[in-house]
T-cell receptor, first 116, second 116 residues
Framework: AQTVTQSQPEMSVQEAETVTLSCTYD???????LFWYKQPPSRQMILVIR??????QNATENRFSVNFQKAAKSFSLKISDSQLGDAAMYFC?????????????FGKGTKLTVNP | NAGVMQNPRHLVRRRGQEARLRCSPM?????VYWYRQLPEEGLKFMVY????????ESGMPKERFSAEFPKEGPSILRIQQVVRGDSAAYFC??????????????FGPGTRLTVT
């Protein structure tokens, strides 16, 4: 079964600085999707960024970018120019890309604090 | 375009009562997923449904839990004879069919179930 591991329960960053959140996963599949979701105190799950495993280029969305290392099964999230509104729980998630289950497999999350 | 809607947002039930959680997917979405989030945990997949069909229920507890997505109306997650351990946030997500080229799941705001 696929598993997703986030080894940092909590992280903190100064406003305007850069922070990297780690995520590793385990799968025997060669084609899949990876996601980072943000969950602010409102508890709403918000998609931050996604990566298709067949794409070598790392995904980028404004201040958010990923470092996808397929061989190492690593998928870290970098937040640049951190803002107070970035404070939230961040969840890494995996999903198979073809047939079978459509389910997302989530890590346990990293709580990000942004200090003013 | 309204997002995924869930109601109620908060639900309090006494032990032994039934809980019914409703989810209306985004317009144009035919796939619904239910996830459960226990305190301090990531989301865990429960069930994946398409209209009138359960596609994957591998994450559903064998007893007391059931889900449906009728031809008309919202998807319902039903928990019979609730116990304290059922207290959690229950999230619904929806997506388009794969044939439509999209694979992203969009989440509702969740229903927080408290069993007293």
């Amino acid at each position: 079964a696929q598993t997703v591991t986030q080894s940092q329960p909590e992280m903190s960053v100064q406003e305007a600085e850069t922070v990297t959140l780690s995520c590793t996963y385990d799968t025997s599949e060669s084609d899949y999707y990876l996601f980072w979701y943000k969950q602010p105190p409102s508890r709403q799950m918000i998609l931050v960024i996604r990566q298709e495993a067949y794409k070598q280029q790392n995904a980028t969305e404004n201040r958010f970018s990923v470092n996808f290392q397929k061989a190492a099964k690593s998928f870290s999230l970098k937040i640049s120019d951190s803002q107070l509104g970035d404070a939230a729980m961040y969840f890494c998630a995996y999903r198979e890309s073809r047939g079978g289950s459509e389910k997302l497999v989530f890590g346990k999350g990293t709580k990000l604090t942004v200090n003013p | 375009n309204a997002g995924v809607m869930q109601n109620p947002r908060h639900l309090v039930r006494r032990r032994g009562q039934e809980a019914r959680l409703r989810c209306s997917p985004m317009k144009g979405h035919s796939h619904v997923y239910w996830y459960r989030q226990l305190p301090e945990e990531g989301l865990k997949f429960m069930v994946y449904l398409q209209k009138e069909n359960i596609i994957d229920e591998s994450g559903m507890p064998k007893e007391r839990f059931s889900a449906e997505f009728p031809k008309e109306g919202p998807s319902i997650l039903r928990i019979q004879q609730v116990v304290r351990g059922d207290s959690a946030a229950y999230f619904c997500a929806s997506s388009q069919a794969r044939a439509q080229g999209s694979y992203e799941q969009y989440f509702g705001p969740g229903t927080r179930l408290t069993v007293t």
